[in-house]
């Protein structure tokens, strides 16, 4: 074939051009932010290891859901940090009304209503002394069963402070068919599940850790997934999909771009990505340094994971993409 008759260089000619034929198109509605809300502050706190990422107060957290829904993104995901005197063995602080999650959850609805879509992260690693995500039996591994009764519990509770959506990240067998029918058994029959279904055992979480004070001894291998295998990913999210999961999700999202291509191939409902702590902060550190373009390089990122087959991309930069792809 003669190159007068093909170039493929036309449509990469100027930047008009190049918008006009771009395959991939990301907005702000695909985005979500996640947030976290620490108890016990009397103002937000930086996070060091996450540059540009805060612990919120309650007050703080409001004026941020705002800011979500002023950036048009697609919705806020809440993080509780409790204080350290109110960890415990089985993470009660979880799912008590009064704990720190759901009273963020709370004042979020309170303040901007249906205007944006708010997702609880439903978990007890955060609120357990041991920073498992679950409670241990006695030899120190998970119990899987009994944590699923908490898993409800807190999802309950959840949706009772607020919740659009709840989202299980534990990675317990089972979690998101007993979180649908607790939720359908106490009349939230609305209250979405977006379910953390390919969750690998990543070293990428470091960052996150931090944020929320993690207490973890040990690793979380018997439970979350292996970074070696890609169709035990497509296992877990079929598994949630049949349990009536309303949005699946890949994490971490860079580094598993297989596994978020082949989940969203076979999915029939909205597949999301998180891209976490680690890959946030790893483009942060080296933009600091001068080395990358921190705006290019997060634009690229989160385009290469909706170009892999994700609908929705949980980013720490959300808010500062939303200009780019308003």
């Known amino acids: ?63 941020e859901a705002n800011r979500v829904v002023a950036a048009g993104l697609g919705g806020i995901a809440l ?27 709370a004042a979020v609805k309170a303040e901007v209503g249906d ?9 007890l690693d955060e609120f357990t002394d041991h920073g498992h995500c679950g409670v241990l039996d006695d030899t120190g591994v998970v119990d899987n069963d009994a944590t699923l009764e908490l898993y409800a519990e807190q999802a309950v509770s959840q949706a009772a ?20 029918d607790a939720l359908d058994m106490a009349g939230f029959t609305d209250t979405g599940i977006v379910a953390y279904s390919a969750k690998y055992a990543s070293a990428f979480y470091g960052p996150f850790r931090e944020a929320v004070g993690s207490t973890l001894h040990g690793d979380r291998r018997t439970y979350q997934q292996d970074p070696a295998n890609r169709r035990e990913g497509r296992l877990e999210a079929s598994l949630d999909e049949f349990e009536g999961a309303d ?12 596994v978020l291509a082949e989940v969203a191939e076979a ?37 290469s994971i909706v170009r892999a087959g ?7 930069a959300a808010l500062e993409l939303a200009g780019v792809w308003a």
């Open 1 to 63: 074939m003669s190159l007068i008759t093909r170039r493929p260089r036309r449509l990469r000619r100027t930047p008009a051009i190049r918008r006009l034929v771009a395959e991939t198109r990301v907005h702000s509605s695909q985005l979500i932010l996640p947030v976290f809300v620490a108890d016990g502050l009397s103002a937000p706190r930086d996070i060091s290891s996450l540059p540009g990422v805060v612990q919120h107060t309650l007050d703080s957290v409001r004026a």
């Open 79 to 105: 993080f509780g940090v409790p204080t350290p005197e109110d960890k415990d063995h089985h993470g009660s602080a979880g799912y008590s009304p009064d704990g720190i999650l759901n009273r963020a959850l």
């Open 115 to 123: 205007d944006t879509v708010i997702i609880a992260d439903t978990c």
């Open 161 to 180: 402070a607020g919740a659009d959506f709840v989202a299980p990240s534990g990675m317990m067998d089972g979690q998101v068919m007993a979180i649908r």
């Open 247 to 258: 949005i699946l999700m890949v994490k971490p999202a860079s580094h598993y771009l297989d």
């Open 267 to 303: 999915s029939q409902v909205p597949v999301a990505a998180y891209q976490v702590s680690g890959e946030y902060a790893m483009i942060a550190a080296a933009a600091e340094r001068g080395w990358i373009d921190r705006d290019a390089a997060l634009a690229e990122a989160v385009t």
């Open 310 to 316: 994700a609908d929705i991309v949980l980013s720490y």
